[in-house]
Structure formats: structure tokens, C-alpha cells
């Protein structure tokens, strides 16, 4: 067995998850220059897109799930040694085939939104932004997909750098289409909605293009990588399915009281999703060298780079909740100026830090669970914590005892806890099991 330093295995996961973060990071500005803009136009165009993209994460998230199987497993494959590039045809088959499901399942639910409940002069802006969205999912997951690819081989800063680029690029869109500028109309929600199409198949082409230029790729079949990709990605799927779910049923749920709060829920989910992005690099650091160790059998390493990203994952974040208990006022001041939005965002950032924290280890240890292809307990755990816990707990909080929005976050946080000691204990009980008494060298 090679022996390493601790600071070989944060150089090795650093270098594939600051590329990573810088994409993450661009993706979620790429969204959060949709909220800036939405509150600069007005406070109905920010609560008409934060119930739109609660709905739209609750479905496109499921297909999002299922494709990010894709870089663990052929990091398994090619510890394996086993070829890989064969697999590039058919991880654009296993998408598209998803991104035809998700864009029908959006089309179906457009219908129905005006019997939910939301304020009347929010269901047509509703309704705009999901239909154009539906059309858009097809670049989403292209983009995704190969993203997946590329990471496999560590590949990470030419779709990271594309992503930071496309941050730019949205902006001006959203600005040009919501505002108007010349000859273009001002048109508000549905501008969002078409600055965000041309992004995300921009995205997926120039990932395509560059895929196709730089590799020297055949078209391939193989069943059985499709029913790996299932059994893999439908755990993790489901998983991430429930937590969205989750998540944006709180904004859907606060939303029938006043489209103020499914705001709030919107910009405060807004504010934990960039220290979340940055983990989550992490996360998928950890899966592509904790697959590659598992399957090359190199115990030690496997068990080094779980540690060691579990300990820069929660560390990173117990710094992001101290900013966020020191400027609150400040940070939600970039969001928006209304008063009232601000007055109910501000008391939930508090809670949002304790969050953080537990959010980030849960992450990590998801990430482990997807290197070692231990997923079905990742989606055991999120049923668990946020639909037997966190929303009963929220719900009763919320409405009961009157404490609104807030109350949710309670539940969040009681749900962050259960989540985390029911990974750990399956994680101890796997190593315990697979690899107590075995040695390998690496």
C-alpha cells in the first residue's frame, strides 16, 4: 500500500472540485441573476417564477438525478480499466429518452395550476414560464449529460469555464427580455423563460461540439449499462426527487397564503444553494475518487478521501453559516428592496445557518454513498428526514402554531440531523463489512 499525506488527498480532491465549483457556482448564478432580475422588475414577476421553478425542480430534478449516475459509474468502470468512451452515445440516449418524459410531464401540469390555489394574476405567468420551459429541457439534460461524461475522466474545466461564461450571457438576455431594449418589448416573466432556453442549449451544443472534437468516440450498445445507469442513478434519482419536492412544496404550500412568501422561500433557497454548490463540487469530487478507489480496491485511499472531503465539506460550510449570521440584512439586500419580503427572509436566515452545516455533511456522505454504489440508503435517508419529518414537522409549525415560513425551517433543520446519522451508520456498517480485514495496495 502507497501511503499518502493528508494533504495529497486535498490536493487530488481540490483539483477536481475547483473546476467543478467554479461551474456550480455559475449554474446557480445563472439562476440567481433570474431572481435579481425578477425582484428589480417587480415583486409578482419574483413570486410568478418562484412557484414556476418550485414546480419545474419538482419534475426536471427526477431526470437530473438519474443522469449524475453517469460519472460514478464509469469512474468505476475505469478503475475497472474497463473502455469508457464507448459509453458517450448512449449517455445521450439515456438523457434525451428522460428529457422527452420530463418535457410531457411539464406539459401536463400546466393545465392544472389554476386549481391549486395561487393568486389569480399569478397562474397566466405561471403557465407561460413552464410551457416555454418544457421546450428547453432537451439542452438541460444534454448539458448535463455530458457534463457527467467529461467528469468521469476528470475532465472539469472546459464545461466549468462554459457554464461561468454562460452567467454573463444570461444576464444580458434577462435584462434584454425582461426590461426590453429598442425594438424588443418588455416581457417580463415569459423573457426569463426565453433567456433561460437559450442558455441551456447553448450549453449542451458547445459541450457536444467540444466532446465530439476532442474525442475519438464510435457509436455503442450496451443494455446493460442502461440498467447500471438505473440502479445506480434511480436511488439517487428518487432521492433528490424527495428533497426538491421538498423543498419547493414549502414555496407552493407558503404560496397560497401570499405569492410573498413563495418569494422568500425562493430567495432564501437562493442564498443556501451557493455554499451548497460549492459542496456539492466537493460531493462529486469524493464520488469520482471513492468510485475509481472502490473499484480498484485500494481500501486506504478510499477511506482517506471519504474523511478528508467529509471534514472540507462541513468545515467550508460552518464558515458560510457564520457569514450569514453576521450580514443577513446585507445579503438579502442584493435580492430585493421590498420591505416585507425582506422582513420574512431575514429571521429564516438565522435558522438557514444551523442548516447549512448539517446540509453540508450530508452531501458529503452522499457522495461517498454514490463512490461505493451504497445509493438505496441515500433515498431511504431522504424519505425518512424530509417526508416523515421535516414537512409534518414544518406544516403543524407553520400553520398551527403560526410561525409561517420559519417553521418549515425548523423541520429542515430536524430533517438535516436524521439524514445525516442514518448515512453514517450505513457507511460505518459498509466499510465495517466490505473492507475491515482487507488490504490492497494501491
Same mark, same amino acid.
Given at each position: 500500500?502507497?501511503?499518502?499525506?493528508?494533504?495529497?488527498?486535498?490536493?487530488?480532491?481540490?483539483?477536481?472540485?475547483?473546476?467543478?465549483?467554479?461551474?456550480? &457556482?455559475?449554474?446557480?448564478?445563472?439562476?440567481?441573476?433570474?431572481?435579481?432580475?425578477?425582484?428589480?422588475?417587480?415583486?409578482?414577476?419574483?413570486?410568478?417564477?418562484?412557484?414556476?421553478?418550485?414546480?419545474?425542480?419538482?419534475?426536471?430534478?427526477?431526470?437530473?438525478?438519474?443522469?449524475?449516475?453517469?460519472?460514478? !459509474?464509469?469512474?468505476?468502470?475505469?478503475?475497472?480499466?474497463? @473502455?469508457?468512451?464507448?459509453?458517450?452515445? @448512449?449517455?445521450?440516449?439515456?438523457?434525451?429518452? !428522460?428529457?422527452?418524459? *420530463?418535457?410531457?410531464?411539464?406539459?401536463?401540469?400546466?393545465?392544472?395550476? #389554476?386549481?391549486?390555489?395561487?393568486?389569480?394574476?399569478?397562474?397566466?405567468?405561471?403557465?407561460?414560464?413552464?410551457?416555454?420551459?418544457?421546450?428547453? %429541457?432537451?439542452?438541460?439534460?444534454?448539458?448535463?449529460?455530458?457534463?457527467?461524461?467529461?467528469?468521469?475522466?476528470?475532465?472539469?474545466?472546459? @464545461?466549468?469555464?462554459? %457554464?461561468?461564461?454562460?452567467?454573463? &450571457?444570461?444576464?444580458?438576455?434577462?435584462?434584454?427580455?425582461?426590461?426590453?431594449?429598442?425594438?424588443?418589448?418588455? !416581457?417580463?416573466?415569459?423573457?426569463?423563460?426565453?433567456?433561460?432556453?437559450?442558455?441551456?442549449?447553448?450549453?449542451?451544443?458547445?459541450?457536444?461540439?467540444?466532446?465530439?472534437?476532442?474525442?475519438?468516440?464510435?457509436?455503442?450498445?450496451?443494455?446493460?449499462?442502461?440498467?447500471?445507469?438505473?440502479?445506480?442513478?434511480? #436511488?439517487?434519482?428518487?432521492?433528490?426527487?424527495?428533497?426538491?419536492?421538498?423543498?419547493?412544496?414549502?414555496?407552493?404550500? *407558503?404560496?397560497?397564503?401570499?405569492?410573498?412568501?413563495?418569494?422568500?422561500?425562493?430567495?432564501?433557497?437562493?442564498?443556501?444553494?451557493?455554499?451548497?454548490?460549492?459542496?456539492?463540487?466537493?460531493?462529486?469530487?469524493?464520488?469520482?475518487?471513492?468510485?475509481?478507489?472502490?473499484?480498484?480496491?485500494?481500501?486506504?485511499?478510499?477511506?482517506?478521501?471519504?474523511?478528508?472531503?467529509?471534514?472540507?465539506?462541513?468545515?467550508?460550510?460552518?464558515?458560510?453559516?457564520?457569514?450569514?449570521?453576521?450580514?443577513?440584512?446585507?445579503?438579502?439586500?442584493?435580492f430585493t428592496v421590498d420591505?416585507?419580503?425582506?422582513?420574512?427572509?431575514? #429571521?429564516?436566515?438565522?435558522?438557514?445557518?444551523?442548516f447549512q452545516i448539517f446540509?453540508?455533511?450530508?452531501?458529503?456522505?452522499?457522495?461517498?454513498?454514490?463512490?461505493?454504489?451504497? %445509493?438505496?440508503?441515500?433515498?431511504?435517508?431522504?424519505?425518512?428526514?424530509?417526508?416523515?419529518?421535516?414537512?409534518?414537522?414544518?406544516?403543524?409549525?407553520?400553520?398551527?402554531?403560526?410561525?409561517?415560513?420559519?417553521?418549515?425551517?425548523?423541520?429542515?433543520?430536524?430533517s438535516a440531523v436524521a439524514?445525516?446519522?442514518?448515512?453514517?451508520?450505513?457507511?460505518?456498517?459498509?466499510?465495517?463489512?466490505?473492507?475491515?480485514?482487507?488490504?490492497?495496495?494501491?
Amino acid at each position: 500500500m502507497c501511503k499518502h499525506e493528508a494533504k495529497y488527498y486535498i490536493k487530488e480532491l481540490l483539483t477536481i472540485a475547483m473546476p467543478i465549483i467554479m461551474g456550480n &457556482l455559475g449554474f446557480i448564478l445563472i439562476g440567481i441573476g433570474d431572481v435579481v432580475v425578477a425582484g428589480r422588475h417587480s415583486t409578482d414577476t419574483f413570486a410568478a417564477i418562484s412557484i414556476a421553478t418550485a414546480i419545474i425542480n419538482c419534475i426536471m430534478t427526477f431526470g437530473i438525478g438519474l443522469i449524475s449516475s453517469i460519472s460514478p !459509474l464509469l469512474s468505476n468502470y475505469r478503475g475497472e480499466k474497463r @473502455p469508457v468512451k464507448r459509453y458517450f452515445y @448512449p449517455s445521450i440516449r439515456f438523457a434525451m429518452i !428522460l428529457a422527452v418524459i *420530463m418535457s410531457v410531464i411539464l406539459f401536463a401540469v400546466i393545465p392544472v395550476i #389554476p386549481f391549486i390555489g395561487f393568486e389569480e394574476k399569478l397562474v397566466k405567468p405561471i403557465q407561460n414560464y413552464i410551457l416555454i420551459t418544457a421546450f428547453s %429541457t432537451f439542452g438541460a439534460y444534454l448539458h448535463a449529460c455530458l457534463k457527467e461524461f467529461l467528469q468521469a475522466f476528470e475532465i472539469v474545466l472546459f @464545461p466549468n469555464a462554459l %457554464t461561468i461564461f454562460c452567467v454573463f &450571457l444570461n444576464v444580458i438576455l434577462n435584462v434584454v427580455l425582461v426590461f426590453g431594449f429598442g425594438a424588443i418589448p418588455s !416581457l417580463g416573466v415569459v423573457g426569463l423563460a426565453i433567456a433561460s432556453l437559450i442558455v441551456r442549449y447553448f450549453m449542451g451544443f458547445a459541450l457536444l461540439i467540444y466532446c465530439l472534437s476532442n474525442m475519438n468516440l464510435k457509436n455503442y450498445h450496451e443494455r446493460g449499462y442502461y440498467k447500471n445507469l438505473l440502479k445506480i442513478g434511480m #436511488p439517487i434519482s428518487c432521492a433528490v426527487f424527495i428533497e426538491f419536492v421538498a423543498f419547493n412544496s414549502i414555496a407552493i404550500f *407558503m404560496g397560497r397564503v401570499s405569492g410573498i412568501y413563495a418569494a422568500a422561500q425562493n430567495l432564501v433557497c437562493s442564498l443556501t444553494t451557493i455554499p451548497f454548490m460549492i459542496v456539492f463540487a466537493v460531493s462529486n469530487a469524493i464520488a469520482i475518487k471513492v468510485g475509481f478507489a472502490n473499484g480498484a480496491k485500494h481500501v486506504e485511499d478510499l477511506k482517506k478521501y471519504s474523511v478528508i472531503g467529509t471534514l472540507l465539506s462541513v468545515g467550508f460550510m460552518m464558515c458560510s453559516a457564520a457569514v450569514f449570521i453576521s450580514f443577513p440584512e446585507a445579503i438579502a439586500g442584493v435580492f430585493t428592496v421590498d420591505k416585507e419580503l425582506l422582513k420574512i427572509s431575514i #429571521p429564516v436566515m438565522y435558522v438557514l445557518a444551523i442548516f447549512q452545516i448539517f446540509d453540508g455533511l450530508q452531501i458529503s456522505l452522499a457522495g461517498i454513498c454514490k463512490g461505493v454504489k451504497q %445509493t438505496d440508503i441515500v433515498l431511504l435517508a431522504n424519505f425518512v428526514a424530509y417526508w416523515c419529518l421535516s414537512i409534518p414537522i414544518g406544516y403543524v409549525l407553520a400553520f398551527k402554531f403560526k410561525l409561517n415560513l420559519i417553521g418549515f425551517w425548523y423541520g429542515l433543520c430536524v430533517s438535516a440531523v436524521a439524514l445525516c446519522s442514518i448515512m453514517i451508520v450505513q457507511l460505518l456498517m459498509f466499510f465495517k463489512r466490505e473492507y475491515s480485514e482487507q488490504s490492497y495496495s494501491s
